[in-house]
């Protein structure tokens, strides 16, 4: 069940809240289960056991891990507890990549062709930092078993994020305040994500399909790079802004998960910008433990690139992923040791320029079915094609106003515009009056575009 889909707005939401907020506050955790369970099984009906076995395992060795920290047998608990959660991540999304390329190289192994459980690669990761916080000691383990399960199967973050670690949310889940503040502010978030969403990264997506199959031309990949990232960024960053908006409205706060990445002058800025939670748990618990920047260059170089190479990894099976997570990484790594104080010199509108090019090359190749694929898309920026053609020139001219309004959305302008009418008086008084006027248009012109249309697809949803 998608958020930008009739049957959570208008079903799923407005029941799943009613009954939470009849709930009383010792009951409002099971309600949230449930709910969390109904939403997953939705969608994976036979996976669910999967998920509450995942759960069932980080429960356990969180209270053995904490029973036996500092001893021997709390440490095989925590490598127990890895195993176990890691388990069904490496069988379910990675088995297949692994036997495909075996069989490259002469094996003759049967694809096992198993279904991907949704958000899989999330709450496995959210079991992970709960249980290394409890080994730790920054944590301590949940006795409460439908309170953790609570924490891990959330429905708001469940199938996308944030990454959201126990440690953000264990006090709310004990005992958490509800305002009609919070609710509203909350519904605010949560439809400026819907409008994301539907009206700009649906339509931005009908461009790309639209540029990927009209005759090849230089100007339309071009487009088609810069409809991409956009529509990456605004799919993504529209569900977690959908999802720290009903986190809002239940009495959780999530933490923040993109900050206005294509403002950035640098490829190591832009990562502090883009999917901060991501970035954020490979720092803690496998960039520092690798022994980070502290371990000298060589070193340095080595962890920088076998974080990358999990990131990539961590998105998709494929070697496409592997290639973008390293391609941000060599990024990375040429910053940090050679290129940093050239960047320092540069003038500010080639930073920015650069770091724009290194985006839409790099997700040209997220993009892409295959290495040889993304290629072609990056050589098709530099010719080998006319520099226009028909088709392509339509698209462009029938999408050019979402073209520009995502351009201006993905910087922190409108929000800038926002605050300083906001401080004055009256500004403020015109703010306040708009604001529910401005939710409830986003709301019912989405909800149009949902009605009316049949392209509306998840990027993130395979992760």
């Known amino acids: 069940m998608l958020f930008s889909s009739?049957?959570?707005?208008?079903?799923?939401?407005?029941?799943?809240?009613?009954?939470?907020?009849?709930?009383?506050?010792?009951?409002?955790?099971?309600?949230?289960?449930?709910?969390?369970l109904v939403f997953y099984a939705y969608g994976e009906p036979r996976l669910v056991l999967l998920m509450l076995l995942s759960v069932l395992s980080g429960y356990v060795h969180g209270l053995l891990i904490e029973r036996f920290r500092g001893t021997r047998a709390g440490k095989a608990f925590l490598v127990s507890s890895v195993c176990f959660s890691l388990a069904p991540l490496l069988l379910f999304k990675y088995a297949d990549f692994f036997i495909g390329n075996l069989n490259a190289l002469g094996a003759s192994l049967p694809l096992l062709k198993l279904t991907l459980p949704i958000g899989i690669s999330f709450y496995t990761f959210q079991i992970l930092s709960y249980t290394v916080d409890v080994a730790r000691g920054t944590a301590k383990a949940q006795r409460n078993f439908i309170d953790l399960a609570t924490y891990?199967?959330?429905?708001?973050?469940?199938?996308?994020?944030?990454?959201?670690?126990?440690?953000d949310v264990a006090a709310a889940l004990?005992?958490?305040?509800?305002?009609?503040?919070?609710?509203?502010?909350?519904?605010?978030?949560?439809?400026?994500?819907?409008?994301?969403?539907?009206?700009?990264?649906?339509?931005?997506?009908?461009?790309?399909?639209?540029?990927?199959?009209?005759?090849?031309?230089?100007?339309?990949?071009?487009?088609?790079?810069?409809?991409?990232?956009?529509q990456i960024y605004f799919d993504f960053s529209g569900y977690s802004d959908?999802?720290?908006?009903?986190?809002?409205?239940?009495?959780?706060?999530?933490?923040e998960n993109f900050n206005y990445p294509f403002i950035s002058q640098s490829a190591t800025e832009f990562w502090r910008r883009w999917h901060i939670t991501l970035g954020s748990w490979f720092r803690d618990y496998v960039y520092i433990p690798l022994g980070g920047s502290r371990a000298g260059a060589w070193k340095q170089v080595r962890n920088i690139l076998i974080v990358w190479c999990l990131t990539g990894f961590w998105h998709g099976a494929s070697w496409n992923f592997i290639a973008w997570g390293l391609f941000f990484g060599v990024l990375l790594i040429a910053e940090k040791l050679l290129l940093g104080h050239a960047l320092e010199k540069m003038p500010r509108v080639l930073r920015h320029l650069y770091l724009l090019l290194a985006a839409l090359v790099s997700f040209l190749i997220f993009d892409a079915a295959s290495l040889p694929e993304a290629g072609r898309a990056i050589a098709g920026l530099f010719g080998g094609a006319p520099f226009t053609s028909a088709a392509g020139l339509y698209s462009l001219k029938s999408y050019f106003v979402i073209l520009l309004l995502a351009a201006l959305g993905a910087t922190s302008l409108p929000k800038a515009a926002v605050a300083r009418i906001s401080a004055t008086?009256?500004?403020?008084?015109?703010?306040?009056?708009?604001t529910p006027l401005f939710m409830a248009a986003?709301?019912?012109?989405s909800t149009a575009y949902l009605v009316d249309g049949s392209f509306n697809p998840f990027l993130y949803f395979r992760f």
Not at 10 to 33: E, H, Q, W
Not at 242 to 255: E, Q, S
Not at 425 to 434: D, E, Y
């Open 425 to 434: 008086r009256a500004g403020g008084k015109l703010v306040s009056i708009l």
């Open 152 to 167: 891990i199967s959330l429905f708001p973050q469940l199938i996308a994020g944030p990454i959201v670690r126990y440690t």
């Open 6 to 36: 009739v049957t959570f707005l208008y079903f799923f939401l407005p029941v799943v809240l009613g009954l939470y907020f009849l709930a009383s506050k010792r009951c409002k955790n099971a309600v949230l289960l449930l709910a969390s």
């Open 442 to 445: 986003l709301l019912l012109v």
């Open 242 to 255: 959908m999802a720290i908006g009903l986190g809002m409205m239940l009495g959780f706060h999530f933490p």
């Open 174 to 230: 004990h005992a958490r305040s509800h305002s009609a503040e919070a609710v509203g502010s909350g519904a605010l978030r949560f439809s400026i994500g819907l409008g994301k969403k539907v009206l700009l990264a649906n339509l931005l997506g009908e461009l790309c399909a639209a540029l990927k199959t009209a005759e090849a031309s230089v100007l339309g990949s071009w487009g088609y790079a810069a409809a991409l990232c956009l």
